[in-house]
């Protein structure tokens, strides 16, 4: 068994492909799945034209590596999966559906967001920059003890 969530669709958009990981992470077993269309029923409306585009290009032989969308599980909360969409293919070749390999990330966007606050509040100026001396970083702090506000700053050197 994968340690992935993996997932496929065929043609159509229906779901073709769940596995137990899958299942794990949304709640939703293999045969609550199979034969239901995946972006309709299984993605949140605000992402549903982006992973659309993405099974479609894949459906035309154009894969797609770390994508990044929510799934809804199956007691409605929202799962953010990192994908990576290839294409399905039968013995002649010819696309039949995708098949995406993904990871649950939302522990780690939980995390990030954390860090973000943390940073954000801190009770010192901070502030970071790229390998190009370009602000990426600048808190409230900074902007307080420098009159610069974060978007007068970031992308600058």
Request: proline fraction near 2%; include cysteine; glycine fraction near 10%.
């Amino acid at each position: 068994t994968a340690n992935a969530p993996i997932f496929g669709v065929d043609s159509e958009g229906k779901v073709t492909v769940w596995n137990k990981c899958a299942a794990d992470v949304t709640g939703y077993q293999s045969d609550d799945t199979m034969g239901h269309h995946l972006v309709s029923e299984f993605i949140t409306e605000d992402f549903r034209a982006s992973v659309q585009e993405v099974l479609d290009r894949a459906l035309q032989g154009v894969e797609s590596a770390n994508f990044e969308f929510p799934l809804i599980t199956k007691n409605g909360a929202r799962v953010e999966v990192l994908l990576n969409a290839t294409s399905r293919r039968d013995a002649k070749g010819r696309v039949v559906g995708v098949v995406g390999i993904g990871q649950d990330i939302t522990g780690r966007i939980a995390q990030e967001q954390e860090y973000i606050r943390l940073i954000d509040t801190a009770n010192a100026p901070i502030f970071g920059v790229d390998s190009e001396g370009k602000v990426t970083v600048w808190n409230k702090c900074a902007a307080d003890v420098t009159g610069y506000q974060s978007d007068d700053t970031m992308g600058h050197h």
